[in-house]
């Protein structure tokens, strides 16, 4: 019976820290824009792929 108590403090303790880490990952910006990466491969190439001829 003792072991329950230790395992459900355990899990508080994970639910909190992984609440503070969603909680520090959306107020950081992590999740502001999802589309964009999507897009981005459809976008054209820039100058810095060329080759150094230029080709």
């Known amino acids: 019976m003792n072991i329950l108590y230790i ?6 303790v994970f639910i909190l820290v ?4 969603y909680l520090w990952a959306v107020r950081g910006g992590q ?5 964009s ?5 459809l976008l ?5 792929t060329k ?4 080709k």
């Open 31 to 35: 999740f502001d824009d999802l589309e």
């Open 18 to 21: 992984f609440v503070g880490f």
């Open 37 to 41: 990466p999507a897009h981005r491969i």
């Open 51 to 54: 080759d150094k001829d230029g």
């Open 44 to 48: 054209d190439e820039t100058d810095s």
């Open 7 to 12: 395992l459900m403090t355990l899990a508080v």
